[in-house]
């Protein structure tokens, strides 16, 4: 039973460049969270997506960040024209249900930006 | 708004020590707690969770118990093994399971 696998691993991109993230959860969840971990900080949340819907995004920077989890294929993070503040791992995170299922993480994208 | 405190690492301990490692949160309304564990190179899991004043989660030898009056949810074990060198961050959440608060996360190794 495959966890939640995250793609790529590594990615490294020049600024201005788009990042694209992409997260399959769990077999039968349907449940996708994003996770952001900066440097020397713990993981702050970004956004949670069920199928073709976006619950919740008020961790989502206001600007060149977009999520999505279309009906078939992984839930996609796309950040455009990437800054080096944007250098962080990324992790998603996914669960069967809201009502009090716990999180299964992937391991995680690690963004460069040079 | 919510937030999650725990001691700076990293924390060095010899195999069979005790650990304690502390977590104080903030929060609106009435908050999960849990404990998170990351080994190197891989994802976060669920280590133990408590849901109501006074529970106490669980696993591997590990223990936490949730005590409202100090808003606190300290992870404690007996004796640490070289295999517990990880780096564990307590969470809480206000709506479930979904938007988890986490703190900076402590840094434990093990020495035989």
């Known amino acids: 039973n495959a966890g939640v696998m995250q793609n790529p691993r590594h990615l490294v991109r020049r600024r201005g460049q788009e990042a694209r993230l992409r997260c399959s959860p769990m077999?039968?969840?349907?449940?996708v969270y994003w996770y952001r971990q900066l440097p020397e900080e713990g993981l702050k949340f970004m956004v949670y997506l069920q199928k073709e819907n976006i619950i919740d995004e008020s961790g989502m920077p206001k600007e060149r960040f977009s999520a999505e989890f279309p009906k078939e294929g992984p839930s996609i993070l796309r950040i455009q024209q990437v800054v080096r503040g944007d250098s962080a791992a990324y992790f998603c995170?996914?669960?069967?249900?809201?009502?009090?299922?716990?999180?299964?993480f992937g391991n995680g994208t690690r963004l460069t930006v040079t | 708004g919510n937030s999650v405190t725990q001691m700076e690492g990293p924390v060095t301990l010899s195999e069979e020590a005790f650990l304690t490692i502390n977590c104080t949160y903030t929060a609106t309304g009435y908050p999960s707690l849990f404990w998170y564990v990351q080994y190197p190179g891989e994802g976060l899991q669920l280590l133990l969770k408590?849901?109501?004043?006074?529970d106490k989660g669980s696993n591997k030898g590990f223990e936490a118990t949730y005590r409202k009056e100090t808003t606190s949810f300290h992870l404690e074990k007996g004796s640490v093994q070289v295999s517990d060198s990880a780096v564990y961050f307590c969470a809480l959440s206000v709506k479930g399971y979904s938007t988890l608060t986490f703190g900076k996360g402590t840094m434990l190794l093990v020495s035989p």
């Open positions: 408590a849901t109501k004043a006074d």
């Open positions: 995170a996914s669960s069967p249900n809201s009502n009090n299922s716990p999180l299964h």
């Open positions: 077999k039968g969840h349907s449940h």
